[in-house]
């Protein structure tokens, strides 16, 4: 079988489906029409996220059996086509979710204890004890919205705090010894802190809006390290002005799919990611939750494993 590379991966993904008899080329840099132009030729394809995969590019796929996304998430694959056409989507939520779970827990202290802060005015030569007072995590209840592999992760993370752990999910009976699955109303009730760790889909886009969140009885703490689709920024500016919101970790960013560079350059900057950049109880990250040196290595061999156990003979 032949599998064209269309994103640089982990070394041992290569490797690895070399020694399982596969034949495995690279391209890294053509356009995705000139890819198209020879997909075709393959029987699988492995991404990230340089490009969708659409039905445009599946069509010409003619003897695709597989794609393989390095990554925790198909947003960016016609996942409805590629089933009719009888092509299996492999993904790898397992491989990063002990990063996110631990970037979770570390923008969560970050802002609770006002660390980003504090570091910025001790190298600006202030010394403000009072101001940086911060609070502390236990005591407090973590609602969950989404209880797989990420929202797993996180609350196994959270075991060694006096703490009580809520989820919501859609699908029935996910709880476990680390979390509690409530409903969405009792969640909004009791929540002291929100963590996102849910995929993108219709159902979760533009999820927390003003609505959703004045349906927390608390004011309350957000941390999202799942889609930055899911939140609707300029309704989150409102809240965290109120003070419905106390504070954002935001790992991911609604406009993180267009350049965001060019929202630095030519006047481009909306006015409410200008807030949040100045913000001091918002934390922000590039979408480096599942980032780290081992779960690149980890996301790489879970593809690895699940394409040998469909696919090798």
């Not at 409805?80 to 631990?102: C, R």
């Not at 002291?192 to 995929?199: E, F, G, K």
């Not at 957000?222 to 002005?241: D, H, Q, Y």
Request: glycine share 8%.
């Amino acid at each position: 079988m032949k599998i064209l590379h269309i994103d640089s991966n982990h070394p041992l993904l290569i490797n690895q489906l070399k020694e399982l008899g596969f034949h495995n080329d690279e391209d890294y840099t053509s356009t995705k029409a000139e890819i198209e132009e020879i997909i075709h030729l393959y029987d699988g394809c492995i991404i990230r996220s340089r490009f969708s995969i659409d039905r445009s590019f599946l069509t010409k796929a003619e003897k695709l059996k597989f794609i393989g996304r390095v990554g925790a998430g198909l947003e960016n694959i016609d996942c409805e086509f590629a089933a009719s056409k009888n092509i299996t989507l492999i993904a790898a939520p397992e491989g990063n979710s002990n990063a996110v779970g631990e970037h979770a827990l570390g923008m969560l202290l970050s802002l609770f204890n006002k660390l980003n802060k504090a570091d910025k005015e001790v190298r600006n030569g202030m010394w403000l004890r009072e101001e940086n007072r911060g609070v502390e995590l236990d005591g407090k209840t973590i609602g969950l919205i989404g209880y797989g592999n990420m929202g797993k992760s996180f609350a196994k993370k959270l075991r060694g705090f006096d703490v009580e752990v809520l989820c919501y999910d859609i699908q029935s009976s996910v709880g476990d010894e680390n979390c509690k699955q409530v409903s969405l109303e009792e969640l909004q009730k009791k929540a002291d802190v929100l963590s996102l760790h849910t995929p993108q889909t219709v159902l979760t886009e533009k999820m927390v809006n003003t609505a959703f969140i004045e349906g927390f009885e608390k004011n309350f703490w957000l941390i999202n390290t799942a889609r930055g689709k899911s939140v609707v920024t300029k309704e989150l500016v409102l809240a965290l002005k109120s003070g419905k919101i106390l504070g954002a970790g935001l790992d991911v960013l609604e406009y993180e799919k267009s350049s965001f560079e060019n929202l630095f350059s030519n006047d481009q900057m909306p006015v409410d990611f200008k807030y949040l950049i100045q913000a001091e109880n918002v934390l922000l990250s590039p979408h480096v939750g599942g980032w780290t040196i081992e779960s690149k290595e980890k996301l790489a061999q879970t593809i690895v494993s699940k394409v040998k156990a469909t696919f090798a003979s």
